[in-house]
């Protein structure tokens, strides 16, 4: 009797419909919650105190990360904008802007938030690392006529505006050193590096709004173009 005494109390009461009973916990009995559902009430109240932002700032894929070698003080890249080199300036700049994941700061798909925005303090501290990168990388003149610029957008924007070549004068003087260039005493490599180039700040002073198209006659009409520029480029 005193063994099935003991074998009832470790089981739990049923009603006459089969439906268990609860029974209030001793004194000296603690309640034990499973491990899982301890958990996962731990994590709701955790994620209502504290609940997830959309991207972490630490995250090296967040354009809002800066490393620890990243300081007002650095050089992106090794030319200096002095305003006749702004096409091969601007394109090693948003290369490197790209690698550091900051260009999005200079070409406006990432706005100054609202003053009272989460966001605003560490949008801030990044534009003015980009702020103080373009103006490492600009001669003295071009350095004063930016510097009031609170964001880079709009310190990029007027680079843009005042430097792109895109004006006949600077067309036609590209043409003319195209025209006038001789190999003389320079061996073939160089002298056709100095060409291509050439041909190369020429086409970049085009501005055109058509899509690019991927079809093959274009692609012929691309390679026929180049042959030409090569055989002018042997015969001048």
């Known amino acids: 009797m005193a063994k099935q005494g003991r074998k009832a109390r470790g089981r739990t009461p ?4 089969r439906t268990p009973i609860s ?13 899982h559902q301890s958990t996962n009430n731990h994590d709701r109240s955790l ?12 995250n090296v894929h967040s354009p809002f ?20 080199n702004y096409n091969n300036w601007s394109i090693a700049m948003r ?10 700061f200079v070409d406006g798909s990432l706005p100054r938030p609202d003053l009272d925005d989460t966001l605003f303090k560490i949008w801030s501290r990044c534009n003015s690392m980009v702020n103080a990168w373009v103006l490492n990388v600009v001669n003295k003149e071009i350095y004063d006529s930016i510097l009031y610029y609170e964001d880079a957008v709009e310190m990029w924007n007027d680079l843009y505006l005042r430097f792109r070549v895109s004006n006949l004068p600077r067309k036609y003087q590209l043409e003319q050193s195209i025209m006038t260039l001789k190999q003389e005493n320079l061996d073939l490599s160089t002298y056709y590096t100095k060409k291509k180039t050439l041909w190369e700040q020429l ?4 501005t055109t709004t058509v899509k ?11 390679e026929e173009a180049e042959t030409s520029k090569s055989f002018s480029s042997l015969w001048v």
């Not at 990360?65 to 006749?84: E, K, N, R, W, Y």
Request: glycine content about 2%.
């Open 203 to 206: 086409a970049n002073t085009r």
């Open 14 to 17: 049923i009603s006459p419909d």
């Open 65 to 84: 990360f800066l490393h620890s070698a990243d300081h007002p003080g650095l050089s992106i890249v090794t030319h200096t904008l002095d305003g006749t």
């Open 47 to 58: 994620h209502a105190a504290f609940p997830m932002k959309k991207e972490s700032y630490d």
């Open 95 to 104: 290369m490197s802007l790209h690698a550091k994941n900051k260009l999005s």
């Open 212 to 222: 690019r198209c991927n079809c093959d006659h274009v692609k012929e009409l691309i």
């Open 23 to 35: 029974t209030p916990i001793a004194q000296n009995e603690v309640a034990v919650t499973p491990h």
